[in-house]
């Protein structure tokens, strides 16, 4: 044979080849459920207002990229190869460590204490939650506040080995240390670490706890409460039928399963009005074994503990919404969970309650304060940024002084993403005389 022929072979072969993924496109549809994100969607020539779209290449581009035919098969094997040859990951997202372990890229800089919240923004948390538990206080409601270690945080052994942390402390640890003589506070690493559960309490390919951490959590937080916790019993089983969302992102076209644990208890809860699944934005839950109603606010960590916290109380209502709406829950227990890797987000985002009143006679006036005013409801939302070390931050109104969170409103300000010690939020009573609103700081 020619050696011109063998180059017309190769390289049809080769055209061939490239051709494959495209040709069968429309019979293979990418699953985006395993890859635990939205997939790009067709871009449409022309823009709602009949003009063409100028994106509409770039759009394209991304699509294709995500739709071709065999991606998923593509990608795991990728992730496979780089997994067991190189001990690396494919995915920013996915950090492979050993035994089998993945864990959650974005908790990277807090294993590795780089990139820490500054004093003053550790300050700032400690002066927001304690505003949140003295409202509480006054008001009849009993507050609960835990933050859940990051995997890598309560099992470290099996990240690589060239994840080296500094000597600094975390944000974890520094927050514990400054909130540990707090009553409301609950330290749920030492309640993790102390449980003697026998097993991992962390999925292996997943970036969650396992329903045998999330109730020793449950156990916890009833504890910290004075109050029994569910009867789940000593038995528990153990199925190989979740699929870790770390594993997917690396390995989509695989059903990897990983181990979950079952306790033989059977729940008497029950879901009020239209439920759909865990991670729901709001759930409401009732009880007839349960006693007292309870406002948990959480995030991911929260879906394996909520049947626990929803069969010990009468009536529930578990929320992942920001901010937190604190007013209103007069009678109620209120427990705000967040992860350690979102620690951050509590000088974000103040929650929703009526600004304390405040002595403000030794604060001086922020001439340089950037305000902001918006009118919800019953009351006038004062935020901005105030220039300065400030510890307290004070917005003076009809010849009243109220004490605001220490919140960037990074949203709001159209910043999103951005981060700054000297923001301030406070939901003050209703007042039209806007232009009389001034800030003051200490």
Same mark, same amino acid.
């Not at 449950?218 to 004075?226: D, V």
């Not at 208890?265 to 991670?279: K, N, T, V």
């Given at each position: 044979?020619?050696?011109?022929?063998?180059?017309?072979?190769?390289?049809?072969?080769?055209?061939?080849?490239?051709?494959?993924?495209?040709?069968?496109?429309?019979?293979?549809?990418?699953?985006?459920?395993?890859?635990?994100?939205?997939?790009?969607?067709?871009?449409?020539?022309?823009?709602?207002?009949?003009?063409?779209?100028?994106?509409?290449?770039?759009?394209?581009?991304?699509?294709?990229?995500?739709?071709?035919?065999?991606?998923?098969?593509?990608?795991?094997?990728?992730?496979?190869?780089?997994?067991?040859?190189?001990?690396?990951?494919?995915?920013?997202?996915?950090?492979?460590?050993?035994?089998?372990?993945? !864990?959650? #890229?974005? @908790? /990277?800089?807090?294993?590795?204490?780089?990139?820490?919240?500054?004093?003053? &923004?550790? $300050?700032?948390? +400690?002066?927001?939650?304690?505003?949140?538990?003295?409202?509480?206080?006054?008001?009849?409601?009993?507050?609960?506040?835990?933050?859940?270690?990051?995997?890598?945080?309560?099992?470290p052994e099996n990240m690589p080995k060239n994840y080296v942390p500094s000597e600094n402390m975390s944000n974890y640890e520094m927050l514990t240390e400054r909130l540990s003589d707090k009553g409301y506070y609950l330290d749920m690493k030492s309640a993790l670490q102390s449980a003697q559960a026998g097993m991992p309490l962390?999925?292996?390919?997943?970036?969650?706890?396992?329903?045998?951490?999330? !109730?020793? #959590?449950? @156990? /916890?937080?009833?504890?910290?409460?004075?109050?029994?916790?569910?009867?789940? &019993?000593? $038995?528990?089983? +153990?199925?190989?039928?979740?699929?870790?969302?770390?594993?997917?992102?690396?390995?989509?076209?695989?059903?990897?399963?990983?181990?979950?644990?079952?306790?033989?208890?059977?729940?008497?809860?029950?879901?009020?009005?239209?439920?759909?699944?865990?991670?729901?934005?709001?759930?409401?839950?009732?009880?007839?074994?349960?006693?007292?109603?309870?406002?948990?606010?959480?995030d991911s960590y929260g879906e394996a503990i909520l049947p626990y916290m929803a069969e010990s109380f009468a009536s529930a209502d578990f929320s992942r919404a920001v901010p937190y709406t604190v007013d209103g829950l007069s009678g109620r227990t209120m427990v705000i969970e967040i992860v350690e890797r979102n620690l951050g987000d509590l000088q974000k985002y103040a929650p929703v309650m009526a600004a304390p009143e405040a002595d403000g006679s030794g604060a001086a006036e922020c001439a340089d304060a950037d305000i902001h005013i918006e009118q919800t409801g019953n009351h006038t939302h004062v935020f901005g940024t105030a220039d300065g070390d400030n510890s307290r931050i004070f917005v003076t109104a009809d010849g009243k002084t109220y004490e605001a969170f220490n919140c960037f409103e990074d949203r709001l300000l159209d910043r999103e993403g951005e981060s700054c010690d000297g923001g301030f939020s406070a939901y003050i009573p209703f007042t039209e005389n806007v232009d009389g609103i001034k800030i003051l700081a200490e």
């Open positions: 044979m020619k050696r011109s022929t063998l180059y017309r072979l190769y390289s049809a072969a080769f055209i061939g080849i490239c051709l494959v993924p495209a040709v069968c496109m429309p019979f293979s549809k990418a699953d985006s459920s395993k890859e635990k994100r939205r997939l790009a969607e067709l871009p449409k020539l022309k823009t709602e207002d009949g003009r063409l779209n100028p994106d509409f290449f770039s759009q394209f581009d991304n699509w294709f990229s995500e739709h071709f035919a065999f991606r998923q098969q593509m990608v795991t094997a990728d992730g496979r190869l780089m997994a067991s040859a190189l001990g690396t990951s494919p995915n920013d997202d996915v950090i492979v460590g050993s035994d089998g372990w993945l !864990y959650y #890229g974005e @908790t /990277a800089t807090d294993f590795l204490r780089t990139d820490t919240l500054s004093q003053r &923004g550790i $300050s700032n948390i +400690v002066h927001n939650l304690d505003m949140i538990d003295s409202y509480c206080r006054q008001n009849g409601v009993e507050f609960i506040f835990t933050c859940c270690p990051n995997k890598n945080t309560l099992y962390y999925h292996k390919t997943d970036t969650h706890w396992n329903n045998m951490g999330a !109730y020793v #959590g449950h @156990t /916890a937080i009833m504890g910290k409460l004075g109050r029994e916790s569910c009867p789940v &019993g000593e $038995s528990w089983t +153990v199925k190989n039928d979740r699929l870790g969302d770390l594993a997917a992102m690396i390995y989509p076209a695989e059903d990897a399963k990983d181990a979950q644990v079952y306790s033989g208890y059977e729940f008497s809860y029950q879901y009020l009005g239209h439920f759909r699944a865990l991670d729901d934005v709001t759930i409401q839950t009732a009880c007839e074994n349960g006693q007292g109603e309870l406002t948990m606010y959480r």
